[in-house]
Every structure is written in structure tokens, then in C-alpha cells.
């Protein structure tokens, strides 16, 4: 069974900086894609951020500010937020397209972290 377990969320004043990371374990065959999502108060849940390969892409919101990269050999994913806002204050969610063994086979599924707190104050 594929887990993904995020961290690193907080409370962080306007212009502060916080970085999320979001660890991947169990019978992993590949890590095809990771993403960040988030999710405010009353707000549908929008992505931030993926990675993919050597690839990458931002919300408009965070470019310039966040950046994503991934560590494959911990099977771990990175969220670097600078110059965070108030507006950026949202449960942060991982998100994996990932290949892990299920009995004895393996599938690509969507995994989904249980998200991580990022508090703004202004």
C-alpha cells in the first residue's frame, strides 16, 4: 500500500517562508508525477504545483515564489514557499501518480496525502 505523509506546514507571518515536503512509502515501483494542491476556507481545491520528470508548472498565483523539486531517491517531494501572502493560508495537499504493488500486481493510481496547515498571518 502506496502512503503519502506530508509536513512542514505552520504559522508564518506575511513575507515569511515555509517549506512542505511530502514523503512517499510503501511498494513503489515508479513515481510517475507528484503535485501540491491546495485548499482554503469555502474554496475548491486548486493546484499549486507538479512535477514531473525534469518538468514543471505553476499556479499563476505562486510563480516567482514557490518552487517544487523532488529528491527520487527518498521518494520524497519538496513545496520552497517564499514571500507567502495571507491569501496563500490553505491545508496543502500531496499528490502522487504513482506505480505500487497491490497484491501481486502492480497499478498506477492517484494518491492523495492527508494534507498540511499553512497559516499567513498578515
Known amino acids: 500500500q502506496v502512503q503519502l505523509v506530508e509536513s512542514g506546514g505552520g504559522l508564518v507571518q506575511t513575507g515569511g517562508s515555509l517549506r512542505l515536503s511530502c514523503a512517499a512509502s510503501?511498494?513503489?515501483?515508479?513515481?510517475?508525477?507528484m503535485a501540491w494542491y491546495r485548499q482554503a476556507p469555502g474554496k475548491k481545491r486548486e493546484l499549486v504545483a507538479t512535477?514531473?520528470?525534469?518538468?514543471?508548472n505553476y499556479a499563476d498565483s505562486v510563480k516567482g515564489r514557490f518552487t517544487i523539486s523532488r529528491d527520487n531517491a527518498k521518494n520524497t517531494v519538496y513545496l520552497q514557499m517564499n514571500s507567502l501572502k495571507p491569501e496563500d493560508t490553505a491545508v496543502y495537499y500531496c499528490?502522487?501518480?504513482?506505480?505500487?504493488?497491490?497484491?501481486?500486481?502492480?497499478?498506477?493510481?492517484?494518491?492523495w496525502g492527508q494534507g498540511t496547515q499553512v497559516i499567513v498571518s498578515s
Open positions: 510503501g511498494s513503489i515501483s515508479s513515481i510517475n508525477a
Open positions: 499528490n502522487g501518480i504513482i506505480t505500487g504493488l497491490r497484491g501481486n500486481y502492480y497499478y498506477t493510481d492517484n494518491y
Open positions: 512535477i514531473s520528470g525534469g518538468n514543471t
